[in-house]
């Protein structure tokens, strides 16, 4: 199976752009009142940093940092939209960083990309490992508790994106005994109907307590989950897990 940072959506980062906005302008000041009430943070890094829109709110806002992702296109995009930033080619599995950084944010369930526990407990100890003492990571994922609790698990979602002349129609599907969810992503063109590309990720679903235990068992101290990016917003009854935590 292809690596699930080369599909179309990432391919093609003037898309994603475009359809993240809402959360560039969103996220990042919910981040900033989470640094600021549990830590003291000034430079970030940002795992799966994608055209680097979070980052740069970031640094509106006043942190520093640096944006690692695996896709090039992707790195391209972020280097020539955002010059003043910096970015680099790095799996979160394999960071090279010591001690640098006092916030680790890995967002758009990128964190769900590691499905086995091998691979958790590799991205886990490279967070760790990144951090200054005390540093904090803030992990945002599917909530599977949602799909159970409201059976709201929509098998198929299309999306149309008017200004590329495309529909994006994702189906969903489940593998229980690996406990991951199934997303196959179809790209047609709109005014002929053609199939342009078919793309099939894994993402691991992750369960709030499994979640707090993996933190905890390499060496992160828990803090909180949200349900949504909204410091008020502490039950997990919507479709985001997102928790904090900070270096032991």
């Known amino acids: 199976m292809p690596r699930p940072v080369d599909k179309y959506v990432f391919d093609h980062p003037e898309i994603w752009e ?15 009142e989470v640094f600021r009430r549990f830590g003291s943070v000034a430079r970030v890094l940002d795992v799966g940093c994608g055209t680097g829109g979070h980052l740069e709110r970031l640094s509106r806002l006043g942190f520093t940092g640096v944006g690692v992702d695996l896709n090039e296109r992707m790195l391209d995009y972020a280097r020539t939209a955002r010059p003043s930033l910096r970015f680099q ?8 960083f010591d001690d640098e950084f006092d916030a680790v944010t890995c967002l758009c369930t990128t964190f ?18 990144a951090l200054r003492a005390g540093g904090l990571v803030v992990i945002d994922v599917f909530n599977p508790i949602r799909f159970i609790k409201t059976r709201g698990f929509l098998e198929e979602i ?14 969903h599907d489940i593998d229980e005994a690996r406990q991951l969810e199934i997303a196959t992503q179809s790209v047609f063109r709109i005014d002929d109907g053609a199939l342009l590309q078919r793309d099939v990720t894994e993402f691991r679903l992750f369960f709030p307590q499994e979640l707090r235990y993996l933190l905890e068992s390499n060496a992160f101290r828990f803090l909180r989950f949200y349900g949504e990016f909204d410091l008020e917003h502490t039950s997990l009854d919507g479709t985001r897990l997102i928790a904090v935590a900070q270096r032991a």
């Open 158 to 171: 299309e999306q149309v994106w008017d200004a590329f002349d495309l529909r994006y129609v994702t189906a």
């Open 89 to 96: 080619k790095s799996d979160m599995r394999a960071l090279p």
């Open 112 to 129: 769900s990309y590691n499905t086995t526990n091998e691979d958790v407990v590799t991205a886990l100890g490279c967070f760790h490992r």
């Open 18 to 32: 475009q359809n993240n906005q809402t959360r560039f302008d969103r996220e990042p000041p919910f981040l900033a």
